[in-house]
């Protein structure tokens, strides 16, 4: 079986498919486009899940590993009365991790925002495949690493940042992250499938908050946003409205206290 590599390179607004039949092979393939690339071989089956649905669940899942290979998906918690937590957004290039079938637990399932699709895995191929090819098993810890680190700073987001901080900080996480499994557009954009309420369940907010503040930031010059793509049109900005560092030597907390709410 062939190798498909996978290249994020310049697309329209309007395509942000992460294949590209016809790209080249780099030197270097990002961490995310390694593992795409690597599960679109190894996958004994290719699970094809729509937008809106959830990504059933699977006979013997401790036997495989789920690697989504395009599309964005997420992982949500759903408590009794209907209320919503989406604990991660998945991105090509990640792993689902398993889930327990525990009764007690909140009960949590992996629903695809766009039409996605998901490699299986026997783990068997993948540990002889590491045993081949040690490097591998680093790239699989720092997707680890990266997918436990963005958890904490959505929790980060959710518990104490305000409202303004958490959009602004979550725009940017998220901007690095499609631009890392996806690629940008000539002008910068990136892809951001995700509608308003997505964003609020992911940091605590109402749809209704996130759309004001939303405004806000586009209002003061930091972002331009339209169907299914974002761009960053001012970083620095954008990073003092978060109370972060943009540039990593300039402390920036004047935005964030400026459009506080």
């Not at 996480?173 to 499994?181: D, G, H």
């Amino acid at each position: 079986m062939s190798l498909h590599i996978v290249v994020p390179e310049a697309r329209s607004k309007n395509n942000f498919s992460v294949f590209d039949s016809n790209a080249s092979v780099p030197d270097v393939l990002s961490r995310e486009n390694r593992l795409v690339a690597i599960a679109d071989k190894l996958a004994t089956e290719h699970r094809h899940v729509s937008a809106g649905a959830e990504l059933g669940a699977f006979a013997d899942s401790e036997k495989f590993l789920f690697v989504v290979i395009d599309g964005w998906m997420f992982r949500n918690a759903i408590l009794e009365d209907g209320r919503r937590q989406i604990l991660d957004f998945i991105l090509p290039g990640d792993f689902i991790a398993g889930r327990r079938q525990d009764e007690a637990e909140v009960s949590q399932t992996v629903d695809a925002i766009t039409d996605s699709v998901v490699a299986i895995i026997p783990v068997c191929a993948m540990a002889q495949l590491i045993a081949e090819m040690p490097s591998l098993a680093m790239t699989m810890l720092e997707a680890s690493q990266s997918a436990l680190y963005a958890s904490y700073e959505n929790l980060v987001d959710a518990g104490r940042r305000t409202s303004i901080e958490a959009v602004a900080h979550f725009l940017m996480r998220m901007e690095k992250r499609a631009t890392q499994a996806i690629g940008q557009t000539e002008d910068g954009a990136v892809p951001f499938p995700l509608i308003q309420e997505q964003i609020g369940d992911a940091i605590g907010l109402t749809a209704v908050h996130v759309c004001r503040t939303l405004r806000k930031l586009k209002t003061a010059g930091a972002i331009e946003m339209g169907r299914g793509w974002l761009k960053i049109t001012d970083r620095q900005l954008l990073a003092e409205f978060a109370g972060a560092w943009s540039s990593g030597d300039v402390p920036a907390v004047m935005g964030a206290h400026r459009l506080a709410s």
